[in-house]
């Protein structure tokens, strides 16, 4: 391993010296490092391993066969599984849940980098009692609203819709974008809003051309993270969505888990697995903007 | 928090500087308050969808829901004033109590294991400043997906009897026949689950470690300080803001574990109340129960608990968190 040596800022300044008595304790110490890394990624990524292997085993293997990978692999459970439940093919519930996610992405983007711009670049009044709010917002937990909330859509008729999961992205309600998205624009040099703004350009023109375009691998980190969430959220279905017809994946997920875990372990494992796969695309392919998005978050608090 | 009306545009200013194109001539004397006015009108139209967020579904919900606490409603009929009877009620229902102390449980054991396996493994990636983007990537995932029905139904899997976590302990002549049936047995699991997603924090931990100055290990390895001291003395304190920052979001999210705890109690709370989180129990009394009022006293009840929590985080900080003269 010489990867060390190609730094220049982890090695120690008395490191030329001793360099021949250091080197093979260097080594000796990547070698320890590497093998407790490795059994630590194994660890962390086991049950995803399991699931994906589970979910090739027949169900009649779940009890008997303990190893890890299936005696008998096979494709049966997901054939059973895109059948889905209560006379609701699957794909459907993937189709929800796309909606869902599509919707949250546009809404998020669209409402937060608004706002987002307002705290970074708008001298207004009562802005420090807004932006506080709005952190405050971070820490409110969230049950204190579901009540009242619900109360609302049903008043409006607007339960077993997808409104009630959709409105609040659209008025980003979302904290954590609007202060990712802050603290983006506030690292963007000012000198490009001055000069547009001499050329004449109003508020929302240099919104458009100059800030947008800039804060890109927001949006981008925003835009994963809101999908995402939207295809994760279990509570918020629950809550709103009442016929079959309406579930996303979650809801889908849980009537398996309640109606077949006992007898089918196989077919509930497959849907799960499923269920996950745009979500671990999504992280293979952004893994930089996501991981990066969540570091800067904790840099300013 | 830097609210910054300290970094608050100064326009005027600069139009008027040398270099830049000629200012308008319109545009001088008299300007700051009609530009006032304009960035206050500007500033709130960019904010509108925001502060309509604010009121209709943040400020007017709690306001609403703090009055529900104080009275009698099944959503069928309008809510009837009843004074405390909903806290009262709450003091001697037991099933309350052994909600409030499992998730109690959950979040002052569960989270400071999460965060010392986080401070752990961001540490031993800092260790190298090289090909460690794969395994910060990897040990993210679980962060991003742990929450999920999905992981929810492959934990309950993993540790049922039969399952790989029994069977792997079977190995070593430990056979417990399953988590998932044992009352005893699911707060450990609940807690491996949330320590399992330990990688948000320990990226926020390692955004933190990397900016310590390595001057201060260099002075520290002069003064012959051990590896140990030096964790003490400068990484502890110099990451005490992050520490403080993980401390309370973990904390405050634990609170509010559901789906997990929903998914693997079938959402009975069950075996015997052990996934009967707060938040769970607060859902069955508001949604299967319709007892609205009781849920929203119990919702005001876990909002003012998490609101003391960071109370005292706030109070004890002064004496923990060092904020360095010149990091911002």
Not at chain 1, 216 to 235: G, H, M, Q, R, V
Request: aromatic share 14%; hydrophobic share 50%.
């Amino acid at each position: 391993m010489t990867t060390i040596e190609t730094n220049p800022t982890a090695v120690p300044p008395v490191q030329p010296v001793r360099k021949r008595r250091q080197t093979p304790r260097k080594t000796a110490a990547t070698v320890v490092w590497i093998i407790g890394i490795v059994v630590l990624t194994a660890v962390v990524l086991y049950p995803l391993m399991w699931m994906i292997s589970a979910s090739f085993k027949p169900s009649s293997e779940f009890g008997s066969n303990q190893g890890f990978l299936p005696e008998n692999p096979t494709v049966d459970n997901f054939v059973k599984v895109m059948e889905g439940v209560a006379g609701i093919p699957t794909w459907k519930f993937f189709w929800n849940s796309t909606i869902l996610g599509v919707g949250a992405v546009i809404g998020t983007v669209i409402s937060s980098s608004m706002a987002a711009y307002a705290f970074a670049r708008l001298d207004f009044k009562g802005r420090p009692l807004f932006f506080t709010m709005m952190i405050g917002t971070l820490l409110l937990p969230f049950h204190v609203l579901i009540i009242p909330q619900y109360m609302i859509f049903r008043n409006l008729g607007m339960v077993d819709t997808f409104f009630p999961l959709l409105v609040g992205k659209f008025l980003a309600t979302e904290a954590f974008f609007v202060f990712l998205m802050v603290q983006f624009i506030r690292n963007l040099p000012k000198e490009l809003d001055e000069a547009a703004r001499i050329d004449g350009c109003g508020h929302w023109r240099i919104f458009w051309s100059i800030t947008v375009p800039l804060i890109k691998p927001a949006l981008i980190t925003s835009s994963i993270f809101a999908f995402i969430w939207s295809w994760n959220d279990f509570l918020g279905p629950l809550l709103y969505l009442n016929s079959p017809d309406n579930y996303p994946l979650p809801l889908a997920l849980r009537v398996f888990n309640d109606q077949s875990s006992a007898s089918d372990y196989g077919a509930t494992v497959a849907i799960s697995v499923l269920a996950l796969l745009p979500v671990m695309l999504f992280f293979v392919i952004f893994q930089r903007f996501l991981v990066d998005g969540v570091a800067t978050q904790g840099l300013k608090g | 928090m830097t609210t910054g009306s300290a970094h608050a545009p100064t326009h005027t200013r600069h139009s008027a500087e040398p270099g830049t194109r000629p200012a308008d001539p319109r545009r001088t004397g008299g300007q700051p308050k009609r530009k006032g006015n304009r960035e206050n009108l500007a500033g709130y139209l960019f904010l509108s969808p925001w502060l309509l967020g604010l009121f209709a579904l943040t400020l007017g919900p709690m306001l609403f829901s703090l009055y529900l606490a104080f009275t009698d409603y099944n959503i069928f009929t309008a809510p009837e004033w009843s004074g405390l009877a909903n806290f009262e009620r709450m003091a001697g229902d037991t099933i309350f109590w052994g909600s409030v102390q499992i998730t109690l449980i959950y979040v002052l054991v569960g989270t400071p294991i999460k965060l010392a396996a986080a401070l752990g493994v961001a540490m031993l990636l800092n260790f190298k400043s090289k090909g460690t983007a794969f395994f910060r990537s990897a040990f993210y995932a679980p962060s991003l997906i742990g929450a999920s029905v999905s992981i929810a139904i492959v934990w309950r899997a993993m540790f049922s009897a039969d399952g790989p976590v029994d069977s792997g302990l079977s190995l070593f002549g430990i056979n417990l026949g399953g988590w998932v049936g044992v009352p005893a047995l699911i707060m450990p699991m609940m807690i491996l689950l949330a320590v399992w997603q330990f990688g948000a924090p320990m990226v926020i931990f390692l955004a933190g470690l990397k900016q310590i100055p390595t001057e201060l290990y260099e002075a520290a390895s002069v003064d012959g300080a051990r590896a140990w001291r030096k964790f003490l003395s400068v990484t502890l304190p110099m990451l005490s803001p992050v520490i403080f920052f993980n401390l309370l979001l973990e904390m405050i999210g634990a609170f509010q574990i559901f789906a997990s705890a929903y998914i693997i109690g079938s959402g009975t709370g069950g075996p015997a109340g052990a996934t009967n989180f707060y938040t769970v129990y607060l859902y069955t009394r508001a949604f299967t129960n319709n007892q609205m009022g009781y849920a929203s006293a119990m919702a005001w009840v876990l909002l003012i608990a998490v609101g003391i929590l960071a109370f005292i985080l706030f109070r004890t900080s002064k004496s923990w968190v060092h904020y360095g003269g010149d990091t911002k």
